[in-house]
Structures are given as structure tokens and as C-alpha cells.
């Protein structure tokens, strides 16, 4: 018993903390608009943003990941996200500068910017939930927080 107590105490906490790590990086998709380009389960599509590629079929690994969302793609519409991309050294040692004249490949800064500890959670939850993963109805659930009618098609 005493054992049984032991356990429930240490993991608990470490089982609430993977939770919220994951739904803050949730909140952190949603606040940034990922969705409005990549959609609400991560697979893009046509939308006003162009043909956002899919997050959950991505071969990028966390690092390429965590450089995409920072720095975003210059030459297409997927925007940068970091407040220091392109100002220290970060994307590829560029400076916003470096791109003067070249108006095509000019990088997108986002709407909303995002502070490191925000891309950390951001792409924790990507790993965790959308890359390498079909669209579940858990997923759907989780994302919309009710039972919507979305979710039942699943
Ligand atoms: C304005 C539309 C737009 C927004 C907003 C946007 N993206 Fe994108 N994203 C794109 C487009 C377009 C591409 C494809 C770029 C290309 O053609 O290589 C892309 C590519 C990506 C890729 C690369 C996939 C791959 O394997 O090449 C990732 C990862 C990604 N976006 C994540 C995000 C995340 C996370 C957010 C929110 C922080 C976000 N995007 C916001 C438009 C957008």
C-alpha cells in the first residue's frame, strides 16, 4: 500500500505536467493562427495563406521544426514567428537586411509573435500530437474542447 501511495504521489504530478505542456503548446497554435493556414488538424490545404503543407506528414525533425516556426520559409507564406528571427543570428545568420532587393524572398514576419518558451511548447505539442499521427478524434476533442459535430464524422 505504502508502495502504491509512493507511486501515485511521484506520478501524478509528472502525468499533469505532460498534459499541460501539451495543451498550453495547443494554446500556443491557436494563438499564433497555425490553424488558419495549416487548419484546425494540421493537415494545410488551400486556404488564403496558399497551399499550407501538412504538419502531421512533415519530415522535419525538432530542430528543423523549431527553425521553421522561428524563422518561417522566406520565399513562401509560411511566416516567421520569433521576435529575434532575423535580428541575432538565428535563421541561417540572415538579417532582415540581407533580403533587401529581393522583395520574393522577402521572409513573412506573423501577426502574432512568439517568445522561445511559447516555440518550445509549440513544437513539444507538435511532436506530441500532430507529427507522424492521423487526425484522431481524441485529437478533435482535445482541439475543440466539446463534442462537435466534426468530431463525430471522425
Ligand atoms: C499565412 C499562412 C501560414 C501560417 C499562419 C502558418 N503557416 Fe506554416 N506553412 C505555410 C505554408 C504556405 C507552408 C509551406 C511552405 C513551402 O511551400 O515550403 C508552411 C509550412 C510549414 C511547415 C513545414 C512543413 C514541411 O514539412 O515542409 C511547418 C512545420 C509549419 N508550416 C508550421 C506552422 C506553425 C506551427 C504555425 C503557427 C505557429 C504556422 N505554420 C503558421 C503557411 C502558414
Not at 541575432?88 to 506573423?110: H, Q, S, T, V
Request: one cysteine or more; charged letters at 30%; proline letters at 5%.
Amino acid at each position: 500500500m505504502k508502495y502504491i501511495l509512493f507511486f501515485l504521489i511521484i506520478l501524478t504530478p509528472i502525468n499533469m505536467y505532460g498534459q499541460n505542456k501539451s495543451d498550453y503548446g495547443l494554446k500556443m497554435f491557436k494563438n499564433a493562427n497555425c490553424n488558419s493556414c495549416h487548419q484546425w488538424h494540421g493537415n494545410g490545404g488551400g486556404s488564403y495563406g496558399g497551399a499550407a503543407a501538412s504538419i502531421r506528414d512533415t519530415g522535419l525533425d525538432k530542430e528543423g521544426l523549431k527553425k521553421i516556426v522561428e524563422c518561417g520559409r522566406p520565399g513562401t507564406n509560411m511566416p516567421y514567428f520569433s521576435k529575434k528571427a532575423y535580428k541575432d543570428d538565428r535563421c541561417y545568420g540572415l538579417k532582415l537586411i540581407d533580403f533587401e532587393g529581393e522583395d520574393e524572398n522577402r521572409p513573412l514576419p506573423a501577426r502574432k509573435m512568439l517568445n522561445d518558451r511559447q516555440i518550445k511548447a509549440l513544437i513539444n505539442f507538435i511532436m506530441d500530437d500532430l507529427k507522424g499521427k492521423p487526425v484522431s478524434k481524441d485529437y478533435c476533442l482535445k482541439y475543440f474542447g466539446k463534442p462537435t459535430r466534426v468530431c463525430e464524422e471522425l
